[in-house]
């Protein structure tokens, strides 16, 4: 029995907010930005009292961590001050901003540490940054008309690119500042974070924007260089270029919002549509029918070989993976409304 795209949204919406979404960390962060993104495509004004909620209860108990990893959830306090106005969400916005100008640590190459609630890993520059905190510097300085923010945002992102993305197209995990060489491996999710954020940057800056030109570049080349690599299954293997490693599911949902969200703008060529739609379909058929996405990795750190990050488990259901998932979800609605057909 199949279902509608408007039945697996619902599904996936209470399911996501059914999880014990406990702390101030990025995997409730990347839920929540997908939970935003579905908000702001269906107008459900039940989805903006459950964010309002959870982040309400998360600054009466004092819990906004000061890490790079965990600034995904203030994407939600921008969408919350946007909507509500209250100056208190403006305010830690900006308390965040600070932190990451003056405070968060950084290689000597000035891109940050990438710090976790839990531990550090000193002289590493990781790609899950860009989506953590790089973006959330661009969308806070647009929001507060600091051009300081948004020009640290696009350093960072620019920095990143330059040290993680190969001639493929495609990013390494991450990077160190000790053995100046890249570390890990071409990691799929990596690359998820990596499109997004491109494809957001895309969407935020004004066409005026000097930058606008090489980040479409940039994008372009990690598209071609990842529809070289998609399985025939629709998804990409966990290490891309490595076959013989399990394919996973947050990945394809992720590069697949990326695509869809670059069409909707004109900011990517069509010719990769069918691969975007190839990734939903595949990313929709793992989705079980309390609305859990299955086949997601676990919180995955730089890995010394492709073996393992193969042996990673894949067997819990994921905030990250819920979030990606709902951002995906989100794009479909507003392209069609509709599960796009086999061709």
Not at 82 to 105: C, D, M, N, T
Not at 155 to 173: A, D, M, S, T
Not at 177 to 190: D, M, S, T, Y
């Amino acid at each position: 029995m199949s279902r509608s795209l408007a039945a697996i949204i619902g599904q996936v919406s209470q399911a996501t907010r059914r999880m014990p979404m406990a702390e101030w960390n990025w995997s409730e962060g990347v839920a929540l930005y997908g939970l935003v993104s579905l908000w702001k495509a269906a107008d459900n004004d039940s989805l903006l009292q459950y964010l309002k909620a959870w982040i309400d209860g998360q600054l009466a108990r004092g819990q906004v961590f000061e890490t790079v990893n965990a600034t995904a959830p203030c994407f939600s306090l921008i969408e919350l001050y946007v909507a509500s106005g209250e100056p208190r969400y403006a305010e830690i916005i900006k308390s965040r901003v600070e932190f990451l100008l003056r405070r968060a640590e950084r290689l000597k190459n000035g891109a940050f540490e990438h710090t976790l609630v839990e531990t550090s890993f000193g002289g590493q520059m990781w790609v899950d940054t860009l989506f953590m905190a790089g973006l959330f510097l661009v969308k806070a300085g647009l929001l507060l008309e600091d051009r300081e923010a948004v020009e640290e945002g696009l350093n960072q992102y620019f920095l990143h690119v330059r040290h993680l993305q190969q001639e493929n197209g495609l990013y390494y995990h991450g990077w160190d500042e000790q053995k100046n060489g890249p570390i890990g491996c071409l990691w799929a999710r990596g690359n998820a974070w990596a499109a997004i954020v491109s494809a957001e940057l895309l969407t935020l800056l004004p066409e005026t924007e000097p930058a606008r030109k090489q980040i479409r570049a940039i994008l372009e080349r990690q598209l071609a260089g990842l529809s070289r690599y998609q399985d025939i299954s629709g998804l990409w293997t966990t290490v891309i270029d490595v076959p013989d490693t399990y394919v996973e599911t947050s990945a394809a949902a992720g590069i697949a919002y990326a695509v869809k969200r670059a069409l909707r703008f004109g900011n990517a060529d069509e010719a990769y549509g069918e691969m975007a739609d190839r990734a939903a379909r595949a990313v929709l058929s793992h989705v079980d029918w309390e609305g859990v996405l299955r086949g997601v990795s676990a919180g995955t750190g730089v890995q010394k070989h492709p073996g393992e990050y193969h042996v990673i488990a894949q067997h819990r259901a994921e905030g990250y993976g819920q979030g990606l998932l709902l951002m995906l979800l989100s794009a479909m609605l507003a392209e069609s409304g509709s599960i796009p057909v086999k061709r």
